[in-house]
């Protein structure tokens, strides 16, 4: 037997792709669920969430030196299923055998005293549940939230998992990917952070928005009663109210007035994460936070998106696997 022979025949990162995508199909006939970890680009995280998961990780030294075992396995494609659940994640990650690794991972609840504290730090703080879930907040609180034993993210005490492979080490490689996997599955839908860490999510922003509220309430109009206009339950809530409605003709001939300039804006906030956006994130939170299902009126009263908005964005969903439509006009999750 030569030197070289001691060695594993090296694989390419064609050859390894190729392996897992032939795993994807064949588990996809008998697991229509199933849900592989694909980056968009190089990246291991885009968005905030994605980013400060993997941050909080790679901080402490338990982790550091082994975690970063995982990050080629997601870039091959080799965590071929992630699903994510109340204080569990499980994942199915394939190694160089032909059947996948089985990974859990479990999650302490979120310390009910940290949470209080950082519900009382949102107070007024926290413009919308969008702005929340696009990582658009104030520099302070993405501070606060990153604390570690006392931010939203778990500590390594907080983490515990196994996998099947016959590696003796305490995080093999299959484990630090099933981790990174996390964060990009946050990239694509920051309220399962929520869900992982069984908190509720609406907690943050229902003060910010009834303090918003009152601000918005306190100025009466001419007739003596409160009405919030339009660019106002914009500000309120962070989404475009659509145009569904034409205003009433006015009688006598209309003055005709110079359209105004408008300057180039940002992007709005629904659409500023990758692969999934924020308004998709919001749309699927009230959907999984449903029990029987929600129709297109719901979920109108639900996001403040229009009847059409909501349409095209479900089709979506339907396509992706994500929601399914059991009744006519009637939606839930798969």
Known sequence: MSYYEHYPQYVTVAEKKAKAEKKIKQLRKKNPDLRPVILQGRALARTWWGKAWNKNLESYAD????????????RHLAVVDLQIAPGKVTALVQGSRAKPYEVLISIAKMNQQNWQTIKKECQSRLSSLPDLLAGKFPKGLQEIFMIQGKGLFPTPTEI??????????????????????????????????????Q????????????DKTAGILGG??????????????????????????????????????????KKPTKPAAQDSLPGHST?????????????????????????????KK?????????????????????????
């Not at 982790?63 to 997601?74: D, E, L, M």
Request: glycine share 8%.
């Open 63 to 74: 982790y550091s030196n082994r975690i970063g075992r995982g990050r080629s396995y997601v």
């Open 160 to 197: 515990s998992f196994d996998c099947s492979c016959p590696d003796w080490a305490s995080m093999c490689k299959h484990i630090a990917a099933a981790l990174y996997g996390v964060g990009v599955r946050l990239d694509e839908d920051p309220a399962l952070f929520f869900t992982l860490r």
């Open 199 to 210: 908190a509720a999510l609406d907690d943050l922003v229902s003060q910010a928005v009834q």
């Open 220 to 261: 009466d109009t001419a007739k003596g009663s409160k009405v919030i206009a339009d660019d106002k339950l914009a500000a309120l809530f962070g989404i475009e109210m659509d145009a569904f409605a034409s205003a009433p003709p006015t009688k006598g001939r209309a003055k005709r007035r110079k359209p105004a300039t």
């Open 279 to 307: 308004a998709t994130a919001l749309v699927v939170h009230c959907i999984v936070g449903s029990k029987d299902g929600l129709s297109i009126k719901d979920l109108q009263q639900a996001t403040g998106f229009s009847a």
């Open 310 to 334: 909501l349409y095209g964005i479900l089709a979506r969903l339907k396509q992706t696997g994500r929601v399914k439509n059991p009744a006519h006009g009637i939606y839930c999750r798969i």
